[in-house]
Structures are given as C-alpha cells and as structure tokens.
C-alpha cells in the first residue's frame, strides 16, 4: 500500500485464475496450492480497485500452456496467447481472455484497461481479440529502442525492465522486494496511462521489436536442450 499511498498513477495486472483457488491448476499441481492470492490480497486488490489512480490490467486467464506443460522440462510452459509450437485461433484466445476478463470485474469490480500477454508472448489474434474485448492498452516487451504507438483502437506499451530505458516499467511483483525503493521511485515520477500519447512508428521497426521477442523465446528453450 505504501505505493497507493505516493497518490501517483501505477498499474496492476493480475493472473486471472489465481482468484480462483478451487480451481484444477492447484488440485492437479500445476501451480502449488497456496500459489493462489491470499484474503488479504484480495482484500488489498478490491481497495485498490477503487482508487482512481490505480489501473487494472489482466494477464491471460491461467498464464500457462497446456500442451507445452507436458514437456516443461523441454520447454517454457508460461504463456497463454501465443504459442511457438501450437497456433491459438481467435476463437481459443477470445475463450480465454474473456474468461479471464469476466473473473477480474466479478472479483474486483472493475474492467481492467490494458491486457499482458503472460510472458510477453503474442501473435496478430492477440491484438485482435484485445482490440474486440474493449482493452485501451496492450504490452509488449521492449526490446530495441521503441516507443508507444498505436495499433487500431489500442495504445501498445513497449514495457521495460528496471534500469533499462523506456516510458513503461514493469515488474512481476515478488521481484521488487529487493529493489523496492527504486519501483517507489520511479511511481513517484509517474502520470497516468491515458496521457500517453503514441508516436508514429515505423513497420519495420514494429517486426524487429516482433522478431527480438520471438529469438528470444526460442533461444530460452533451446538452452534446455542438453548438450551432447
């Protein structure tokens, strides 16, 4: 609470389904039982929710991948939207979303503004399906120097980690303990999300920044291969 408190514009993007502790993920232990938010979150998340400064976003619904679950130890199982092995259809992202979507306006009572691809990873029905849902903003990894621009009806955020540059900082949130001061810092110097305003990038750019995220994911799993 001490960030709500700097009365300064910061945004949320919770995991969907970890509202939801009955759900199959902890029985089957795809996430351990008590990975789910607490009461007291909960409870945190709902006043935060009625703080004007205060955005809501959403990643995905369960932010994991069936399929590639089954063989987590080859490959990374945390992304939801898009994946390198299997193509999601619009139809299978808006079931989705959507779902997840509905979960965080019956838990928190608001409608998040900006959707997270779980581990920045996406394709075209991504921005698609957020685009229909009604999303404003819609995040990106920032991986070569590129700022906000627009993608029809969305303002896309190139986010960035701490200590890299860029208009957007995010940070999952059990990795600011240690450097909770600087993420308090730079709330501090923050404005809201709706005085963004895009710049006209151009199309290459826009694939190469596509391209960096996708050699990215591919070289993480190649790394689990094990060597000869």
Same mark, same amino acid.
């Given at each position: 609470?001490?960030?709500? &408190?700097?009365?300064?514009?910061?945004?949320?993007?919770?995991?969907?389904?970890?509202? @939801?502790?009955? !759900?199959?993920?902890?029985?089957? =232990?795809?996430?351990?039982?008590?990975?789910?938010?607490?009461?007291?979150?909960?409870?945190?998340?709902?006043?935060?929710?009625?703080?004007?400064?205060?955005?809501?976003?959403?990643?995905?619904?369960? !932010?994991? $991948?069936?399929? $590639?679950?089954?063989?987590?130890?080859?490959?990374?199982?945390?992304?939801?939207?898009? $994946?390198?092995?299997?193509?999601?259809?619009?139809?299978?992202?808006?079931? @989705?979303?959507?779902?997840?979507?509905?979960?965080?306006?019956?838990?928190?009572?608001?409608?998040?503004?900006?959707?997270?691809?779980? /581990? !920045?990873?996406?394709?075209?029905?991504?921005?698609?399906?957020?685009?229909?849902?009604?999303?404003?903003?819609?995040?990106?990894?920032?991986?070569?120097?590129?700022?906000?621009?627009?993608?029809?009806?969305?303002?896309?955020?190139?986010?960035?980690?701490? =200590?890299?540059? =860029?208009?957007?900082?995010?940070?999952?949130?059990?990795?600011?303990? /240690?450097?909770? &001061?600087?993420?308090?810092?730079?709330?501090?110097?923050?404005?809201?999300?709706?005085?963004?305003?895009?710049?006209?990038?151009?199309?290459?750019?826009?694939? &190469?920044?596509?391209?960096?995220?996708?050699?990215?994911?591919?070289?993480?799993?190649? &790394?689990?291969?094990?060597?000869?």
């Amino acid at each position: 609470m001490r960030i709500a &408190e700097l009365g300064k514009p910061f945004s949320i993007s919770p995991v969907p389904v970890l509202f @939801l502790p009955k !759900h199959d993920v902890f029985r089957t =232990g795809i996430y351990p039982s008590d990975f789910a938010y607490s009461k007291e979150i909960v409870n945190t998340l709902k006043k935060l929710a009625r703080n004007k400064n205060v955005f809501f976003g959403q990643q995905g619904f369960s !932010h994991y $991948c069936t399929e $590639c679950f089954k063989e987590k130890e080859k490959k990374d199982p945390w992304h939801e939207n898009m $994946c390198l092995y299997e193509a999601k259809s619009i139809d299978k992202q808006i079931e @989705l979303i959507s779902k997840g979507k509905k979960v965080i306006e019956d838990v928190l009572g608001v409608s998040p503004i900006l959707y997270v691809p779980p /581990n !920045h990873q996406y394709d075209k029905n991504s921005v698609i399906v957020a685009q229909k849902l009604g999303f404003d903003f819609f995040a990106v990894r920032r991986l070569i120097e590129i700022s906000p621009y627009r993608k029809g009806n969305l303002i896309v955020l190139p986010e960035s980690k701490l =200590g890299e540059t =860029g208009e957007v900082v995010y940070a999952h949130y059990d990795e600011t303990e /240690n450097e909770f &001061e600087k993420y308090l810092e730079i709330v501090k110097q923050s404005n809201s999300l709706y005085t963004i305003i895009p710049t006209k990038q151009s199309q290459s750019k826009m694939q &190469e920044n596509y391209k960096q995220m996708l050699f990215v994911k591919k070289r993480r799993d190649t &790394e689990k291969i094990p060597a000869d």
